[in-house]
């Protein structure tokens, strides 16, 4: 099968990264506090506006793509499927790195190159293989019909409710994403849970 894997919020665990720093931000610069943890957006999480999200991000992303680790289980797993001769597709937004960073920061912005290199090496450096990455929009639509996508993991709330309309979809659970279920979507609560539910998905 082809097999479409985001990163954030399913390969490592940005929801603690960005509470555990979040509050550390809110202290040292006197701006905002923890609102609601099981928030989607950062912003959401604390009473930020979106200057002050901006601010936090610019000063923490590098930060994060480098050294947060991945989420149990992910390196043993992905290899699994590997084996197994399922071809790997990360489709990741993550910001900084899609197509319309240029258009946000200015023509020739260096921003996107440098994050995409600091994936790579991300992934590299966990030894988490795959045959392709895609960086994205936040829309994922056109790459899991040109790759032909079988099954796409993901935990964002609005991905999954726009990909299960073509494909199947495993639901990284998190806080931030219940309510959202139909019969395309899986939910599974950890990467063991992940492969083995893409083995039933096969049979």
């Given at each position: ?23 550390k ?73 899609s ?55 993901e ?26 279920e ?22």
């Open positions: 099968m082809n097999i479409g894997i985001d990163i954030d919020g399913v390969l490592t665990d940005i929801r603690k990264f960005t509470i555990e720093e979040g509050l931000y809110c202290k040292q610069n006197q701006k905002g506090k923890l609102i609601n943890p099981d928030a989607y957006y950062s912003n959401d999480v604390f009473d930020w506006d979106r200057e002050t999200d901006l601010d936090f991000w610019f000063k923490h992303i590098f930060q994060y793509a480098k050294e947060n680790p991945p989420l149990p289980g992910v390196t043993s797993n992905i290899k699994k499927l590997k084996e197994e001769g399922h071809k790997l597709y990360i489709i990741t937004a993550r910001w900084l790195a197509p319309k960073t240029e258009k946000q920061f200015g023509e020739g912005s260096e921003l996107k190159e440098k994050m995409r290199k600091t994936v790579k090496e991300w992934l590299k450096k966990n030894n988490i293989i795959y045959d392709e990455i895609i960086f994205s929009e936040e829309d994922k639509s056109n790459h899991i019909l040109e790759k032909k996508i079988d099954i796409m993991i935990d964002s709330p609005q991905n999954l409710k726009q990909l299960s309309q073509i494909t199947k979809m495993i639901c990284y659970d998190w806080g931030y994403n219940q309510g959202i139909n019969e395309n979507i899986y939910r599974c609560k950890s990467w063991d849970e992940i492969y083995t539910k893409i083995k039933e998905l096969g049979e």
